[in-house]
């Protein structure tokens, strides 16, 4: 019985990551393209990093002490610093992307995170993979070619970026999987905003890159990196804990829905038919996914 109300809420975990991630893509879009896509990462994170700190400023105003004490900062180290590598590629090639192809072909193309977070837990965790899954792959991958098919050559760069992107953000999930199994994830959550940070603004200094934004951009960015880095990126991490790692990404569909959706009422578009039919051949690929997915044999 504990089990299922686990994987329950698990599941409330990742709906409620969707939609928070839905609205930092439309964010991310309304972001000026004068700004380098780093400059953009850093913003983005260093945002999440300062709201997690206005959270544990409450706690500690209410008498509430933070959940992790400073002492055991140690265990999040490596942690810290794989993802933090990791996110700051996948953010740079989210916001390419998303400049590109837009913000619902973005979103849907991000669902190749369950085709490699399905590979990578079949290949190390011992996840066994079935033939009807197989097939949810295969839909998945087609639905992905017919969204390129449709784009030109300037906008199948922006496609391969997401996808790029995805393989990132799978790869991260696998770490925090294997690595984070008995950490506090909003800590994990708020030490990757703090380690994305560190390594872009370097990055920035160093190459002579860093950018003051407008009033506006801030604005954007910093609750956008909210949204997404932090109240979203820590559910889901939440949420790996709690159900297998592929099952996690590949409820994600519904992402797809609120992008598409807040992109038709914050931007009044709508992608053409022809990426629509690609995206719901992707998202009925991965709720096949979702369906016939085994949990991790122990």
């Known amino acids: 019985m504990k089990k299922n109300t686990n994987i329950l809420f698990g599941y409330t975990l ?9 609205f930092s893509y439309i964010l ?15 913003y983005w994170f260093f ?26 900062l140690y265990k999040y180290r490596e942690l810290m610093v794989f993802s933090s590598l990791i996110t700051v590629f996948g953010v740079a090639f989210w916001v390419i992307a998303l400049r590109t192809v837009g913000p619902p072909v973005t979103s849907f193309l991000m669902k190749f995170q369950v085709v490699f977070s399905v590979l990578l837990g079949t290949i190390f965790l011992n996840e066994k993979l079935r033939k009807l899954e197989i097939f949810g792959i295969i839909l998945t ?37 294997k690595k984070g199994h008995n950490l506090n994830m909003m800590m994990v959550a708020t030490l990757r905003s703090l380690g994305v940070s560190i390594i872009v603004v370097i990055y920035l200094v160093l ?6 934004p407008s009033y506006e951009d801030l604005i954007f960015m910093l609750i956008g990196g909210t949204c997404g880095a932090y109240i979203g990126k820590a559910l889901q991490f939440q ?7 592929s099952r996690t990404t590949a409820i994600t569909p519904l992402e797809g829905v609120f992008v598409v959706l807040l992109t038709m009422v914050f931007f009044d ?9 690609g995206g719901t051949l992707i998202m009925i690929g991965v709720i096949f996914l979702l369906i016939f997915r085994k949990e991790k044999l122990n």
């Open 239 to 245: 949420a790996i804990k709690l159900v297998d790692i």
């Open 28 to 42: 991310a879009k309304k972001v000026s393209n004068d700004l380098y896509p780093e400059t953009v990462a850093f």
């Open 141 to 177: 991958i087609i639905g992905g070619m017919v969204i390129t098919f449709d784009t030109p050559s300037f906008e199948l760069r922006g496609s391969l970026f997401a996808i790029f992107s995805a393989l990132c953000y799978s790869c991260l999930f696998f770490i925090v999987r």
């Open 269 to 277: 578009t709508v992608p053409s038919t022809i990426k629509l039919i």
């Open 207 to 212: 190459f002579g890159k860093f950018q003051f």
């Open 14 to 22: 990742v709906a409620s990551t969707a939609l928070f991630t839905a």
């Open 47 to 72: 945002g999440a990093f300062l709201t997690a700190c206005f959270k544990r400023a409450i706690f500690a105003f209410f008498g509430t002490n933070f959940r992790v004490p400073i002492s055991a």
